[in-house]
């Protein structure tokens, strides 16, 4: 994974409760188990004219040409609710999202998103409006900051508000690491706990 320490990017404003893993991928767009070739399938039912088309509906967000470069997505409670298909996550990280700012997350998918390099930021839900509202014609101008070394957001009008990130995930994102390779960390106190117990509990090995 691609270590995150800051990014400073154009948000958009996605402020609907409980978007679920079929809204941000339908199960039609899912036809690999690969990481790849999912973008074109994120929101597919919002953002698309109809459910077998490309035609964009302009009324969405994300077809909007002011949010045409955005990487960071502001949205509402319970955001990854329903199934814990990890494609919902593959298909906001290659569509480019390296963050999502919601007043929660399911908590399957807030795993899926550590596990794919993209930080779930947990805010109260007035200040995501409050940081939508900032945005205002011309959202390039008003860019969001993620800092996560001080778990840090904060917007070009100088407010800002830290948030919560368990350990084991900042470290992760930070240094870009998955579950194996941030076990792998601690190869020599798991090496030296195995040396141990294997003098006190040798039958435990046979």
């Known amino acids: 994974m691609t270590p995150f320490t800051t990014l400073t990017a154009i948000a958009a404003p996605l402020l609907r409760d409980n978007i679920d893993t079929d809204a941000i991928i339908p199960s039609r767009e899912m036809k690999s188990v690969s990481k790849t070739g999912l973008a074109d399938g994120l929101f597919a039912g919002w953002r698309y004219v109809g459910n077998s088309g490309r035609v964009p509906d302009t009324n969405f967000i994300l077809n909007d040409p002011r949010f045409a470069s955005a990487r960071i997505l502001l949205s509402g409670a319970n955001f990854g609710c329903g199934s814990s298909r990890e494609h919902a996550a593959w298909a906001l990280a290659e569509y480019g999202f390296r963050v999502v700012i919601a007043s929660s997350f399911n908590p399957i998918f807030r795993g899926n998103c550590v596990n794919n390099g993209i930080v779930p930021v947990e805010l109260e839900a007035r200040v995501i409006r409050k940081i939508a509202a900032t945005l205002g014609d011309n959202p390039a101008a008003a860019p969001v900051t993620i800092d996560l070394e001080q778990r840090l957001v904060s917007t070009s009008r100088g407010d800002h508000w830290t948030f919560p990130i368990d350990e084991e995930a ?11 390779e941030l076990t792998l960390c ?3 106190e798991i090496e030296a706990f195995r040396t141990h117990d294997l003098k006190m509990r040798p039958w435990v090995y046979l």
């Not at 470290?171 to 870009?176: A, E, N, T």
């Open 170 to 180: 900042h470290q992760m994102l930070l240094h870009g690491l998955d579950a194996i």
């Open 186 to 188: 601690h190869r020599g």
